[in-house]
């Protein structure tokens, strides 16, 4: 079975600085990895994610991800925060392999990331 | 990506009662989803809206209590049965698309207040 850790509760970060939040990853086929964002009393909205292909993607709003197959990681990064950007963060995986072996979406406790001006 | 609205958005409701919550998608979609979120938790699938058959459910989650129904390839419907105060969450639709690339897209969430 996948499952996710994102290590921080919290991540602080000023405006203008870069930010990370961080992902670990287990799954037993190849991983889809998503990231999403809660903004307060909001629903989930789609960040970006990894399927194949090159490991840095890049997704909305200026937020990139790296996939590191060996660390089992997929970090949010951000080059320059921005107070708009405070909001919960959650780390998601699915297992490549299809329904048959379980393919959910499986998400990470979540990371409230607080952009301070 | 699919717009999906879901019915109500909020709602209070009293113990011992149950409520239907509902989801539209504007375009067919092949797999419907019914996730939880508790109060300052993360989200958990409770089951799979399968297109005319019974919901697929995940450990923990049982039909009697969360009855889903899903008539077409646009509309499915997550009844909270028999509530009560622990069932206070949001009720997330989501749908994966043939187009979407193996994304999973999210209504805004049906907010319930058990009282």
């Known amino acids: 079975a996948q499952s996710v850790a994102q290590p921080e509760d919290q991540v602080n970060v000023a405006e203008g600085n870069p930010l990370t939040v961080k992902c670990t990853y287990s799954?037993?086929?190849?991983?889809?990895l998503f990231w999403y964002v809660q903004y307060p009393n909001r629903g989930l909205q789609f960040l970006l994610k990894?399927?194949?292909?090159?490991?840095l993607v890049k997704g909305s709003y200026g937020f990139e991800a790296e996939f590191n197959k060996s660390q089992t990681s997929f970090h949010l990064k951000k080059p320059s925060a921005l107070v708009s950007d405070s909001a919960l963060y959650f780390c998601?995986?699915?297992?490549?392999?299809?329904?048959?072996?379980?393919?959910?979406?499986?998400f990470g406790a979540g990371t409230i990331l607080r952009v301070k001006s | 990506s699919a717009v999906i609205s879901q019915k109500p958005s909020r709602d209070i409701c009293q113990r011992g009662t149950s409520l239907t919550i509902q989801c539209q998608v504007d375009?067919?979609?092949?797999?419907m989803f019914w996730y939880r979120q508790q109060p300052g938790q993360s989200l958990t699938l409770i089951a799979t809206?399968?297109?005319?058959?019974?919901?697929?459910?995940e450990s923990g989650f049982v039909i009697d209590k969360f009855p889903i129904s899903r008539p077409n390839l646009t509309f499915s419907t997550l009844t909270v049965s028999n509530m009560s105060p622990e069932d206070s969450s949001i009720y997330l639709c989501?749908?994966?698309?043939?187009?979407?690339?193996?994304?999973?897209?999210f209504g805004e969430g049906s907010w319930l207040t058990v009282v």
């Open positions: 998601a995986v699915r297992d490549s392999r299809g329904r048959e072996y379980g393919n959910k979406l499986v």
């Open positions: 799954v037993s086929g190849n991983p889809y």
């Open positions: 809206a399968n297109q005319g058959s019974e919901a697929t459910y």
């Open positions: 375009s067919q979609v092949t797999m």
């Open positions: 990894y399927i194949t292909g090159d490991n």
């Open positions: 989501s749908v994966e698309a043939g187009y979407s690339g193996n994304t999973i897209y």
